[in-house]
């Protein structure tokens, strides 16, 4: 941990400061003295027992700044009692990885001492989220200063003044040493080498390395696809029917990545000890809404939100709004097939250079407005998801994915459909496929990168200016690395990440037969997005929480989605190549019976494979059966004891 | 508990027996000596602490009986400790299902008193096994006056003399009076209700239950295909075509019942306290065996035998020879044909009423061919997994399921297949499953209960007689009880049962739009199964020892692979009908394809509905949740009470 920061608290001692709450500039006293009362009160009070300073602004302050931030540490002991509350598992010293307990310390691997560096920086800032988050209202029944801020026992304090807006941001502190030392083994020096997993989980938790863990796997499982997709690309540019065997490749590669993605997902979450941790009983998100009453499963006060007004919702509204813009979509496409159809007819009347190049503009101009709807959709679907109130944020996340997942699918790859499998023109499908993965592609890393990396530098332009003006080369004082931080953008988690995995993943699973080059273009874009991704979470953004994760959650549900379509568009394609279709001269009949065989005898074999594969390697299942095993064998003994002693 | 069998205990006290264990005649002294006194020692000093006595043979013992004959009891106390131990779920006070533990025990609904009448017979005599099962050996080399008969520590006493025969059997004892009851009003007297599935629980344990609960289930459910089959097959006997909406009828039904008892189940378990119940760690099956070794999930002494041996062993044997098996069962099929061509050969040349019956003949040959050829194999397939040599009794249970129902699936269903898809002859499809059903039916009834109740009668006539003559209409006493049961036939578990309705299921699921009358005859032929089960269940057999199942485990899996198969099969012959190619009257490969995407539309809702229906009902699943609430919030506050002491 960062030992240069430091500031004192209210008895005079030092503590590391690891998480920033920012109020709103108006908060009253009152409430700001309540809250900080009840983060340093002792746990057995109810409190946090959190050390917590305001943080004092830096001696250049000539501008107007918001007063009311405050920086949150603990002491290590508190940590460390947090770090069993939270359930962390931690190496022992056998080599297992087990849940981590107060009284068991000193059997843990890595613990020495009074446990200082036992937990890393993005732990501790964890857990303090965790024990703000669990800062419970007792009998006060508003907020100190706010009566119209309602408070009932057990509400979650930190969450009702996060909604009602007088908690502008929590965060947590970047640390500038850590994250040179990332930053330079991960990016900045260009090299062949994996990247380092560990190091990125330790800073950004196991979420988000899960995220770099599954994209480098992608990227690398995309190799082969595009060693072949090259010379297929080179030699067979105009010979349309050899897809046949390429198809057949795409579809074991589809089925085969994604089962031994979980026995490795499997692999990395056990040794960062998020395997076999239990899930904590979820909360209800901060924007749910309802009417006060008693949860049936914790017996608390609650807003509860009746589950048939939720259905209500979905299936009157959200349903046919996703129609609605799969609808429009269509439309879109049509007007994309019409400007198609526009150029053609111009090109034909009159070839020459220029209309060759408007050929491909309505590809590129549908392209663009894909990436557009694609972008309005995400808020539009994010907003009707928040207004259908779901209680978890685990709910939440699910219905907003399925949302954009529909709409997107649809919207990227329904025009491919249509070319394929309605017009059956395989020059366009290539064509079109082409223009619509470079576009998107091109498009995404601005949007993604650029974007916010030129806003960034505008804004610290003059942030910086000023700073190295009066500090010379000197550290940044706690203060101003903490006004720099809170002005970065927040990162929104890792779900746009994976949409563009999940699309690029469409584009190779399913078409990469007519276009072998989509594989070569997926892998260029993913080992570029690797750098990208990793410059935008070192210097783009605030730094995010870590989430502990065991595996890639629905997203791994929704690749293995696209790899059952896949299997039924590549079957299709095959079918419906020159090559087969000349085994059965006489009778499209047959053709399309055996067809449909081949496609169901591969579906089935999937659904075996997926059952036959053991999700988690042996290895790690013995481990983990000796936990369950230990555990059993312990409660045993102890009713022995206590049966003799009765 | 039945109070009126009791035999006296070494310190002269009474013990009500609950389990027979019955000793090879030839058996040393020195190993009968050190078996009691294993069982019967503490548990700290390594002991079942339970209660054994010889059992005093009768006093008309003119015939030579086997006087190694034990039963074995235990305290009230010592039962309530079993029932820890073996983790079993009772109803708490306030209405949910907990664990039960000792210390906590007068929390619970049922316990009053000292806890007498607070365990079922059943709950006991699985406790009892449990422990004499657990009993291990700690440095004994082999078992005293068996040289031969290695032990290692940690080995199962019971396991070791079992599969080296000295220990001829250990089986519960059946409860008289219970069981005139529950008999009385599970199949005495035929009336119009539903099973006593609660009695059936108490008397014989949740596996068991969850059959007959099952069986039912399947019976009411089949009860609308029957009502709406009556008039089809009454009105529209020769009008084939009509089966198009009975198929899609079939489709959704055969989907959402299986849907809707997983929830059905859940409840029922979760009433009987086994749907959150821990599986305790699997011991290796008695048959198992290898060279010792460490297993290196508990650390202790094992035989241990290679997976790569286990797996050569089934790709290189246990595969080829059911290949072997299915080519067979495919040549039989074709002797079949032939002979219904020879049939209707001279059927066709001179039709009288009695070549009318010869074309049923062929079709009733087969079945029963199909039905011996199913007995057969299903005696090598078990043969085939022993020696496959699986370490757990469920690894090796799913083996031989998964072997056995390929099998079964095969030779019932492939002649239809035959005859509807490449045949496609309607009428000779109808004709052959209403022959197949009937008289597998008919076969099946007369194996499963007729035959062995004919056998026990003829045996226990002669028993029977004697003992009249001696007894007059007295109670039998305990050693004449024991004799008896000891001589009836033991249980083999519900594999069979649950085959035969899987078979019934594929009738009814795959074919029964051609033949309406199938479902008829399958819930004809459940309610007399219904009553020949309980029969067979209360008389016929030995009682067997309870099983904790919180579902039907494989058979789920079994039930829904085959609602797949239901799903492609019912389209492809809606396909065929006469009626859908009729809409197609230009184009066959335009219908092909229409009725492949209905069918690719209808498995996707299918797998849809799998993931959107809850397998648990909402107040069952709060209900589990609280509880699991509850121990995390225990957890929490014992570590705050913890660090507050600290």
Redesign the interface.
């Known amino acids: 941990m960062q030992k240069s920061l430091s500031v004192y608290d209210s008895d005079g001692s030092t503590f590391a400061p690891l998480v920033v709450i920012e109020l709103a500039l108006e908060t009253k006293e009152e409430a700001i003295a309540w809250l900080l009362n009840r983060v340093r009160d002792?746990?057995?009070y109810g409190g946090a027992e959190l050390l917590v300073e305001q943080l004092t602004p830096g001696a250049q302050g000539t501008e107007k700044v918001n007063p009311n931030v405050y920086v949150v540490g603990a002491s290590w002991q508190r940590l460390l009692?947090g770090a069993?509350?939270v359930g962390l598992f931690k190496e022992f010293n056998d080599g297992s990885m087990r849940g981590f307990t107060?009284?068991n310390k000193h059997n843990f691997k890595e613990f020495q001492g009074d446990g200082d560096g036992f937990l890393s920086m993005a732990e501790c800032q964890y857990i303090i989220k965790h024990e703000l988050d669990n800062l419970r209202a007792k009998d006060e029944a508003h907020v100190p200063g706010y009566p119209k801020m309602k408070l009932y026992p057990g509400k979650s304090v930190i969450r009702r003044m996060q909604s009602k807006g007088i908690l502008v941001q929590v965060f947590p502190l970047h640390e500038k040493e850590e994250l040179k030392r990332l930053s330079f083994s991960w990016y900045k020096n260009i090299k062949l080498s994996f990247q380092p997993l560990d190091d990125i989980r330790h800073y950004f938790g196991e979420g988000m390395a899960l995220y770099f863990g599954f994209l480098e796997y992608f990227t690398l499982a995309l190799i082969p696809m595009a060693l072949i997709g090259i010379p297929y690309y080179l030699f067979d540019w105009e010979d349309y029917d050899k897809f046949t065997v390429f198809a057949g490749f795409n579809l074991v590669w589809c089925t085969v990545i994604l089962e031994l993605w979980k026995r490795l997902s499997a692999s990395l979450a056990y040794g960062w000890g998020t395997l076999s941790r239990k899930k904590?009983?979820e909360e209800p998100r901060p924007g749910f809404h309802g009417v006060l009453g008693v949860n049936?499963?914790?017996?608390r006060a609650e807003p509860l939100y009746s589950n048939a007004k939720r259905q209500l919702r979905i299936y009157l509204v959200s349903i046919p709004f996703v129609l609605l813009c799969l609808y429009l979509s269509l439309y879109v496409m049509m007007i994309y097939f019409d400007m198609e159809g526009w150029a053609l007819m111009i090109h034909d009347e009159e070839p020459t250079f220029w209309t060759g190049v408007l050929l491909f503009i309505p590809s590129i101009i549908y392209a663009v407005v894909i990436e557009i709807m694609n972008l309005i959709y995400r808020y539009a679907a994010e907003f009707l998801t928040g207004w259908e109130n779901h209680r978890l944020k685990s709910t939440f996340q699910n219905h907003l994915v399925l949302k954009v997942l529909v709409f997107n699918f649809f919207n990227c790859f329904a025009s491919l459909f249509y070319i394929a499998f309605v017009m059956q023109d395989m020059v366009l499908l290539r064509q079109s496929l082409a223009t619509l993965l470079i576009t998107s592609q091109i498009l995404n890393q601005i949007m993604e990168a650029f974007l916010p990396y030129w806003l960034q530098r505008r804004r610290n332009k003059k942030a910086h200016k000023r700073m190295i003006k009066t500090m010379g080369d000197k550290e940044l004082p706690l203060s101003e690395q903490v006004k720099l931080e809170a002005d970065m953008s927040t990162y929104l988690g890792t779900f746009d990440d994976y949409l563009e995995l999940f699309l690029l993943f469409g584009y190779v699973s399913l078409f990469s037969c007519v276009y072998p080059l989509a594989a070569v273009l997926v892998v260029l874009n993913n080992v570029t997005e690797v750098y990208s991704d990793a410059f935008k979470m070192c210097t783009v953004f605030k730094r995010p929480f870590s989430e502990p994760a065991a595996n890639i959650g629905v997203w791994q549900l929704a690749f293995e989605a696209m790899s059952v379509i896949a299997v039924?568009t590549n079957c299709a394609l095959i079918g419906m190549s020159p090559q087969v279709k000349s085994y059965f001269p006489e009778s499209?009949?047959q053709l399309?019976?055996w067809v449909?065989g081949f496609e169901?005898f591969l579906l089935a074999s999937k659904f075996i494979l997926t059952f036959v594969i053991p999700d988690v390697p042996k290895h790690i299942q013995?481990k983990l059966?000796?936990l369950?095993?230990e555990s059993?064998e312990a409660l045993?003994k102890r009713?022995?004891v206590?049966?003799?002693a009765?």
Do not use: C, M, W
């Open positions: 002792k746990q057995q009692y069993e509350d107060y009284a904590a009983f049936p499963v914790t017996g039924v499209e009949t399309i019976l449909v169901h013995i059966s000796r369950e095993f059993l045993k009713k022995v206590h049966a003799a009765n």
